[in-house]
Nanobody
Framework: QVQLVESGGGLVQAGGSLRVSCAAS????????MGWFRQAPGKEREFVAA????????FYADSVKGRFTISRSNANRTVDLQMNSLKPEDTAVYYC????????????????WGQGIKVTASS
């Protein structure tokens, strides 16, 4: 019903910046909130940031607060995550997710997922 496609990411030195973007298509009217999660090898999927579509309310994981910024374009149904001051521990596959009912930090609260995109911050 909803398709999510990530773009951006890549490779940067520690201390540098990257951006990941998520474009939503399909029945996007059903989306209440969007989130970013990440998963590194050997680790569980971890919440990064979330935003509501209409109000633009945001919250962040403590590990990224002050360094990452989530933003959205309701007209384009696109959500971006600007990542500054990247650290090696930020290296992971980043997943865009859409929720129909919730605005939270738990993967189970999200209904649709993108394919993931790799972010690497080298030391």
């Amino acid at each position: 019903q909803v398709q999510l496609v990530e773009s951006g990411g890549g490779l940067v030195q520690a201390g540098g910046s990257l951006r990941v973007s998520c474009a939503a298509s399909g029945r996007t009217f059903s989306i209440y909130a969007m989130g970013w999660f990440r998963q590194a090898p050997g680790k569980e999927r971890e919440f990064v940031a979330a935003i509501t579509w209409s109000g633009g309310a945001t919250f962040y994981a403590d590990s990224v607060k002050g360094r990452f910024t989530i933003s959205r374009s309701n007209a384009n149904r696109t959500v971006d995550l600007q990542m500054n001051s990247l650290k090696p521990e930020d290296t992971a596959v980043y997943y865009c997710a859409a929720a129909r009912r919730y605005y939270g930090a738990r993967p189970s609260e999200y209904d649709y997922w993108g394919q993931g995109i790799k972010v690497t911050a080298s030391s």
